[in-house]
């Protein structure tokens, strides 16, 4: 019997991690760019280099490590550096809820191992992947930004200066561009429609009211009460899910840490 | 500078720091997955749960966008529309960086 599904691909396939690291190719020249000016900033604000990259690698935050960085003094604000950062970085709870489809029937160890390398950037790519369900694919990404980071650090902490201004070739503009883009490759159908307005809205309005990275809570929450408000019961099965109806529906009630393998159903 | 780059001082206070840092954000990215792991697999909650990563998406480069001034929302609105057309990353990224780069240069932010 040899029936396809999301089931068949192993945690993490050489292949497809493979497959998520070339998937963020395009993100190479910003994130060494961006990683070279962290290294900078940190070089003057008294960090040693292992410091930096024991951060990138623990941490693995881009706009988390900029603000914490900034805040970094002789005598080392912990409090302050560690709140700003779960604040920052609060929007990973929404992007770990949404990875549950990449996780679906995965034991608990695959999650532990996966999670620590998400960031904004791998996760987009993933999510606009055909068959979500995944987690290679998504560790993939990781480690390949991890490298670049690291070696961006590298570079900009060694060099410490001559390194070209992001803005001069739009390299600032490449995050905003590739979720842009990402975004089409999530439309799922017009339920997606009112939500995503929502969602806009109260990014904008979020930003010009709130400070820091609170409009992406303003606007992933307006977006979240619409979907939620705008839900019918003949809306089930539709999108994502839909993919994975010929595994029938034990597949995503699939107790935790049990790959269905179909000779048991 | 004039000293050779500090390499390998880890002081306790930086290390203790960094390790706050990384347990909240990885606590979080966790969370958030064993979180939405208990919601149901169907009705309301599993719907919202599927528009989240597009609301999220939008969020994140919408004000990112407006930072930029007028230029990054016909760029981003550019990059989108190539996106639509071709389904090309690359080719969507690069329209938006070249518009964003070549308005820059010439009509300044």
């Known amino acids: 019997m040899s029936r396809p599904g999301p089931a068949h691909i192993g945690h993490f396939d050489s292949d497809t991690i493979r497959r998520g690291a070339y998937a963020c190719l395009p993100l190479l020249p910003s994130t060494i760019i961006f990683g070279a000016v962290l290294g900078v900033l940190a070089a003057q604000?008294?960090?040693?280099?292992?410091?930096?990259?024991?951060?990138?690698?623990?941490?693995?935050?881009?706009?988390?490590?900029?603000?914490?960085?900034?805040?970094?003094?002789?005598?080392?604000?912990?409090?302050?550096?560690?709140?700003?950062?779960?604040?920052?970085?609060?929007?990973?709870?929404?992007?770990?809820?949404?990875?549950?489809?990449?996780?679906?029937?995965?034991?608990?160890?695959?999650?532990?191992?996966?999670?620590?390398?998400?960031?904004?950037?791998?996760?987009?790519?993933?999510?606009?992947?055909?068959?979500?369900?995944?987690?290679?694919?998504?560790?993939?990404?990781?480690i390949f930004l991890g490298v670049v980071w690291a070696t961006g650090n590298t570079a900009g902490?060694?060099?410490?200066?001559g390194i070209p201004d992001p803005e001069v070739y739009a390299l600032d503009f490449a995050f905003t561009a590739v979720f842009a883009a990402l975004t089409i490759g999530m439309w799922k159908g017009k339920v997606d429609f009112l939500p995503w307005i929502a969602a806009a809205i109260g990014s904008i309005i979020g930003h010009y009211t709130l400070p820091g990275t609170w409009s992406i809570l303003a606007g992933a929450g307006a977006g979240v009460a619409i979907a939620a408000l705008t839900w019918r019961p003949d809306m089930d099965d539709s999108g994502l899910d839909g993919e994975f109806a010929v595994e029938g529906k034990n597949a995503y009630g699939a107790p935790e840490g049990t790959i269905i393998p179909e000779a048991q159903k | 500078m004039i000293a050779f780059p500090d390499l390998t001082t880890f002081s306790l206070e930086a290390v203790l720091t960094i390790l706050g840092m990384a347990a909240v954000t990885y606590g979080m990215r966790l969370g958030?997955?064993?979180?939405?792991?208990?919601?149901?697999?169907?009705?309301?909650?599993?719907?919202?749960?599927?528009?989240?990563?597009?609301?999220?998406?939008?969020?994140?480069?919408?004000?990112?966008?407006?930072?930029?001034?007028?230029?990054?929302?016909?760029?981003?609105?550019?990059?989108?529309?190539?996106?639509?057309?071709?389904?090309?990353?690359?080719?969507?990224?690069?329209?938006?960086?070249?518009?964003?780069?070549?308005?820059?240069?010439?009509?300044?932010?």
């Open chain 1, 45 to 142: 604000r008294g960090l040693s280099l292992g410091e930096l990259l024991f951060m990138s690698l623990t941490v693995f935050a881009g706009s988390a490590q900029f603000v914490s960085v900034d805040l970094w003094r002789e005598t080392v604000p912990a409090a302050t550096i560690i709140i700003a950062t779960a604040v920052i970085n609060m929007r990973y709870i929404l992007i770990g809820a949404s990875l549950r489809p990449v996780f679906r029937g995965r034991p608990l160890w695959v999650k532990v191992c996966s999670m620590h390398m998400v960031a904004d950037e791998n996760w987009a790519v993933t999510m606009t992947q055909e068959n979500l369900a995944n987690p290679g694919f998504l560790l993939g990404g990781g």
């Open chain 1, 157 to 161: 902490y060694l060099l410490g200066g």
């Open chain 2, 32 to 109: 958030g997955l064993l979180m939405a792991d208990r919601l149901p697999q169907h009705g309301r909650w599993a719907h919202v749960l599927e528009r989240l990563p597009g609301a999220v998406l939008i969020s994140v480069w919408v004000p990112s966008a407006l930072s930029a001034g007028a230029i990054g929302i016909a760029g981003a609105a550019a990059t989108v529309i190539t996106m639509a057309l071709a389904r090309n990353l690359f080719a969507a990224m690069a329209v938006g960086m070249v518009f964003v780069g070549v308005g820059r240069y010439f009509i300044g932010n």
